[in-house]
């Protein structure tokens, strides 16, 4: 099995910072893609950012140029620095993986429990 611990989230005033983490273990053959999603009250989950193993990333329209994704391929580790916080930002994030785990041939998506970020006005 593969477990994501997240580690980061917060409360911060507007126009503030924060860094989120995440960290895959477990029994682990490789790791593919891995994200941030985020769900507020009352509304869908939704994609914030995702990084390929090659590097490769992509952004929610509303978070480019203020949000950075990035991720150690050695650790199986996934990061995700916010700036410019804006209260529309107030949600609970989620760390995704696509990983093929020991033993297996088939990639499977995980997630982890989940870390609130809270953004005051």
């Known amino acids: 099995q593969v477990q994501l611990v997240e580690s980061g989230g917060g409360l911060v005033q507007a126009g503030g910072s924060l860094r989120l983490s995440c960290a895959a273990s477990?029994?682990?053959?490789?790791?593919?893609?891995m994200g941030w999603y985020r769900q507020a009250p009352g509304k869908q989950r939704e994609l914030v950012a995702r990084i390929t193993s090659g590097g490769w990333t992509n952004y929610a329209d509303s978070v480019k140029g203020r949000f950075t994704i990035s991720r150690d391929n050695a650790k199986n580790t996934v990061s995700l620095e916010m700036n410019s916080l804006r209260p529309d930002d107030t949600a609970v994030y989620y760390c995704n993986a696509d990983a093929v785990p020991g033993g297996s041939y088939f990639s499977v998506a995980y997630w982890g429990q989940g870390t609130q970020v809270t953004v005051s006005s």
């Open positions: 477990g029994s682990i053959f490789r790791v593919d893609a």
